[in-house]
């Protein structure tokens, strides 16, 4: 068996162990430092994992553990996003109080149960990894221990997380009952037969369920926003990018990669999901006054969005609907990075997270002004910023798919009402940085040198992957054309109709 | 092909412009201003090299360029710009009102370079989407203008209403921007090619036509999503709020500039790719112009306010665009492009005057107003020069513009040709020649004591949009030339696919449901 093929988790899960016992000598006056350090030693794991001595494609453990270039994809995507988490949590730090370390450990073990989830191909993998990425954020969630609203934030996590935990492994055993394997590729080869048991698609819808949760799609998004304005910033960021994530890459292995029959089955289903999932998100979103509750539904109406490429993927087979989705995600994680890079830099300085507290940032602080613009326009999807590429590419995608399926035409319509209804909410938060409301305070504020470059980075990120796309649209189309296996491509979709 | 006979420099001299602003500190405004100036001024000079270049009568692109940009699947999408007839007056006009933009923004006081780089993005963004000759990267521009124009009317808007009005044009703008994309998406899906390039669907559709069926409901999808852009009655009341509440030199670059961009939108795609479509919708299309030549022109009579006038007469002229547009002739689409250049020109001019009116009054309320040409006798000059052109004066580019349109579309659309002429001409001259009289004659009035004509440099923006409109009118041929060829190929399609459609079929349904909007007009004092 092939352990190499886990040196970069294992080498990741070492450096959480090593951040919690250095705490032991590093003084608390330069805890702080420990961040940086944390990043620096994140920046030679990227390095890694991106490089030439990185793990080759194959699979261990019995098939459980697959290195190919989808989990590649999220490796580096989810290393971007822990090193970005770290940086800003060592802004934050005044905020979490004690106990930074063990913040910044937590991080990491979190990250080490996404790069897992990134590769998992087996049903026990997926939960545990998933469970290690639950787990930690129980605590993360809950960190601010004298804030109650972080308490509530972790305790509903706990609760909502629990729930859709025991769902899923319900369903891992329902599932392995009927197929006796918990193995994708075994899945893969059994769905013709699979397909008409009932027992098993329930299985799988449990499955769905705990998914679902992870990537707040309705009607699993209940804990979203509430969780999202509790957590500390840096945790909120983690979570909408990084679970997120995680919650897609298992939903793009398992629905599109290992059982595109029975996805081709359930159509309806996930249009149904993705329309209520942004009607839900941009409507709910309108009313808003805390900028990280907004956010919840923000991330709410984008996980919407994304499903419109499993939404294609199930009609057509083909991949350009995954293919649109890791698009999406990649200019989604710049984007939400750099939106939370300026929460947790602003949370130090202004009481709340409130919108109105925006105002006058355009004279306190132009760069986290510009940052914070930057990161909502391409949020809204207006060129020339990152999420523009994306959503153009999803929607060509069910349009592509559309003739034939007037549901999907539907579709595209409550789509379009989604990006017009989030242009008003999304524009109000520009409109609170230029020039909503009277400021009393019009200090400057002070940006620390990591999260400058934190955020310019973000800014050229969204920019660069807005205005030149080419290449990360080649390494999404990688990162799927190595999805299809030959069980799905000989049984082709049309069967399932 | 030579650099120089490239699109590419009039479209990277604003963006390095707006770079080159961010690198100068916010406090130095002499400076911002001058990088600004500069940067325009080269814009404009760059862009009229290539109108004087441009090889009349000839049909076909022009100072063409391409670069792939990104290849998704199948679809190969490039950076594709290149010239002919329809946009090579756009980007000329882009570049005078552009500079004149700058140059009439010397009040802004707050937060200068933020402004300057925000307009030099809608400048950039107008010329791209003028010269795009990819769908993709037509939207792409197009939408780089929408945040500057949301933050402008914010910032360094007036009234209590900005507000309100910055949020109703962006929110209807991207509402029309969308419903636009996704029928440029499914115009692309349903060709079945493999890039979104005009000219490269304009090959593959000769080859394979669309489906009647499917240019049916794709082609309403792209032209009233782009008319919303333009103010198409009933989709027109986010266009006077916004102008009224705009700063003037976002109200000049928007109305001028970024609404032709739908227009042209309509004029590239929609009707030459979707003939079948065209001849379906574009009936309807005639009788919702008649809506804004009466409906428009009739508010814009009653208004006090002189920017909320502009910007209805401004919505009224519109109709005439659309009306020449679906006159699916030669000689009305020709008008259409001429109108549309001239308009550009008069719609700046027009908020410009008003911008400088306000800044001397301290306000637009035409009725306390008064005797005003007597204090300043250039600037009334430039009102009654460009007010007179909005009456549809011959001499300048307008005219010529309307009057082409309406002999374009006489044997197509005889009935609402009248409509128009009587209500466009007849009404428009009434509004206009009321708020002339309101403004510059009568008594004087003590309030306005210490009003001041322009200062030398402060006329060079009227300047030079005032010599464009007048030679573009003394002299249309320079434009008709270079838009005749283009606009033979738009109607090619159509003459070729439906050759007797347009004076048969479509005169009856406009004649039936024009009378409605037509009665209010009749009841008229």
Redesign the interface.
């Known amino acids: 068996m092939n352990y190499s093929l886990i040196t970069l988790e294992l080498l990741a899960a070492l450096l959480g162990l090593v951040v919690l016992v250095a705490d032991l000598w590093v003084s608390p006056t330069v805890r702080r430092s420990l961040g940086l350090g944390l990043a620096a030693a994140l920046c030679c794991l990227l390095a890694f994992a991106i490089g030439s001595l990185a793990p080759q494609s194959g699979s261990a453990f019995s098939g459980m553990f697959v290195v190919d270039d989808l989990a590649r994809y999220f490796k580096g995507f989810f290393l971007l996003a822990g090193l970005a988490v770290v940086l800003m949590a060592s802004e934050f730090a005044p905020r979490l109080g004690a106990g930074l370390s063990e913040f910044f450990a937590l991080t990491v073990f979190a990250l080490v149960g996404m790069l897992f989830a990134a590769s998992a191909n087996d049903l026990g993998l997926l939960f545990v990894s998933l469970e290690l990425v639950t787990v930690t954020f129980y605590v993360l969630n809950s960190f601010q221990r004298t804030r109650l609203a972080s308490l509530e934030a972790g305790v509903k996590y706990l609760i909502l997380g629990g729930v859709s935990s025991a769902f899923m492994v319900f369903g891992i055993a329902l599932v392995f009952g009927m197929a006796n394997s918990t193995n994708f590729n075994v899945l893969a080869a059994k769905q013709k037969e699979l397909a008409g048991s009932a027992v098993f698609l329930v299985g799988l819808l449990l499955i769905l369920v705990g998914l679902g949760f992870k990537i707040a799609a309705v009607p699993l998004q209940m804990w979203a926003p509430d969780v999202y304005q509790g957590s500390p910033a840096p945790a909120t960021a983690f979570l909408a990018i990084g679970s997120k994530a995680a919650g897609f890459v298992l939903l793009i292995r398992l629905f599109v990669g290992a059982l595109p029959q029975i996805t081709a089955m359930w159509q309806h289903l996930f249009v149904a999901m993705a329309a209520a999932t942004i009607l839900y998100g941009s409507l709910c979103a309108i009313p808003q006054r805390n900028l990280k509750r907004l956010m919840g539904y923000s991330s709410i109406a984008n996980a919407g969005y994304l499903l419109l490429g499993l939404v294609a993927s199930s009609y057509t087979g083909t991949s350009a609907g995954p293919t649109a989705m890791l698009i999406y995600l990649g200019g989604y994680a710049f984007t939400v990075l750099a939106a939370f890079a300026v929460i947790s830099a602003l949370a130090n300085h202004v009481e709340g997270d409130d919108i109105g507290g925006l105002s006058g940032l355009g004279q306190r602080s132009p760069l986290l002004a510009a940052g914070l613009t930057t990161a909502i326009v391409s949020l809204a999807g207006i060129p020339p910023m990152a999420g523009f590429f994306g959503k153009v590419l999803l929607i060509q995608g069910v349009l592509a798919a559309a003739p034939g399926h007037p549901e999907l035409y539907a579709l595209i319509a409550v789509a379009v009402f989604g990006v017009v209804l989030s242009l008003y909410y999304y524009f109000g938060v520009i409109r609170a940085i230029y020039w909503g409301g009277q400021s009393a305070n019009l200090s400057t504020i002070p940006v620390a040198l990591p999260t400058r470059i934190l955020l310019g980075a973000c800014v050229v990120g969204i920019l660069v992957l807005g205005v030149f796309p080419q290449g990360l649209v080649k390494l999404a189309d990688q990162a799927v054309a190595g999805l299809a296996r030959p069980a799905a491509t000989a049984a082709p979709v049309k069967a399932a109709h | 092909m030579t650099a120089m006979d490239s699109l590419t420099p009039v479209l990277l001299t604003p963006v390095v412009t707006a770079l080159l602003l961010l690198l100068v500190p916010?406090n130095l405004r002499v400076v911002l201003r001058a990088v600004a100036i500069v940067g325009s001024a080269l814009t404009a000079w760059t862009a009229i090299g290539l109108f004087s270049r441009f090889h009349p009568g000839e049909a076909g692109l022009q100072f063409e360029s391409m670069v792939p940009?990104?290849?998704?699947?199948p679809?190969k999408l490039a950076y594709h710009v290149g010239a002919d007839g329809l946009n090579i007056g756009l980007i000329l006009v882009t570049g005078l009102v552009g500079l004149a933009a700058v140059l009439v923004s010397w009040n802004i006081e707050r937060?200068v370079k933020?402004f300057y780089v925000l307009l030099m993005l809608m400048i950039s963004g107008a010329m791209g989407a003028f010269a795009s000759l990819d769908l993709?990267l037509f939207?792409?521009?197009n939408?780089?203008a929408?945040?500057p124009t949301?933050?402008m009317i914010?910032?360094w808007g007036r009234g209590e209403d900005r507000?309100w009005a910055?949020?109703k044009i962006?929110?209807y703008l991207?509402?029309g921007a969308?419903?636009a994309?996704?029928g440029l998406?499914?115009l692309?899906?349903?060709a079945g090619a493999d890039s979104l390039d005009v000219t490269v669907l304009q090959r593959h559709l000769a080859a394979h036509p669309l489906p009647v069926a499917a240019q049916v409901w794709i082609f309403p999808l792209v032209v009233f999503g782009f008319a919303v852009l333009v103010g198409l009655f009933p989709f027109h009341s986010w266009a006077p709020l916004g102008y009224a509440a705009a700063p003037t030199a976002t109200a000049m670059m928007h109305a001028g500039i970024l609404k032709k961009a739908g227009l042209y939108a309509i004029l590239r795609v929609a009707v030459p790719l979707m003939p079948e479509g065209a001849s379906r919708w574009l009936p309807l299309v005639a009788v919702l112009a008649i809506g804004n030549l009466l409906h428009c022109a009739w508010v814009a009579l009653r208004q006090k306010d002189m920017n909320l006038l502009i910007g209805n007469s401004s919505l009224a002229h519109m109709g005439f665009a659309f009306l020449g547009i679906a006159s699916l002739t030669v000689i009305g689409v020709t008008g259409t492009v001429l109108l549309m250049v001239a308009h550009a020109l008069l719609a700046a001019l027009s908020f410009a005057l008003s911008g400088y009116l306000e800044t001397q009054t301290g306000t637009l309320d035409m009725t306390r107003m008064g005797g005003l040409l007597r204090r300043m006798p250039f600037y009334g000059t430039a009102l009654v020069m460009g007010f007179m052109a909005g009456c549809g004066l011959p001499g300048f580019a307008n005219f010529a513009g309307e009057a082409t349109i309406l002999f374009g579309a006489w044997k197509a659309l005889p009935l609402l040709v009248v409509i128009a002429a009587w209500s466009g001409l007849v009404i428009g001259a009434v509004a206009m020649l009321r708020a002339l009289r309101a403004v510059l004659q009568g008594p004087e009035r003590p309030e306005f004591a210490r009003v001041a004509d322009t200062g030398y440099w402060r006329r060079l923006p009227f300047v030079v949009l005032l010599a464009a409109m007048v030679l573009f009118g003394v002299a249309p041929g320079l434009l008709t030339t270079r838009i005749e060829p283009a606009a033979r190929v738009v109607v090619a399609a159509h003459r070729a696919s439906s050759p007797a459609a347009p004076a048969g079929s479509e005169a009856p349904a406009p004649a039936a449901s024009a009378h409605s909007p037509g009665t209010p007009a009749q009841s008229r004092h």
Do not use: D, K, Q, S
Request: proline share 0%; aromatic share 18%; net charge negative.
């Open positions: 916010g940009w990104v290849t998704v699947g679809m937060h933020l993709v939207y792409f521009f939408e780089l929408l945040v949301f933050i914010g910032v507000n910055a949020f962006t929110l991207t509402l969308l419903t994309l996704v998406v499914a692309y899906v349903a």
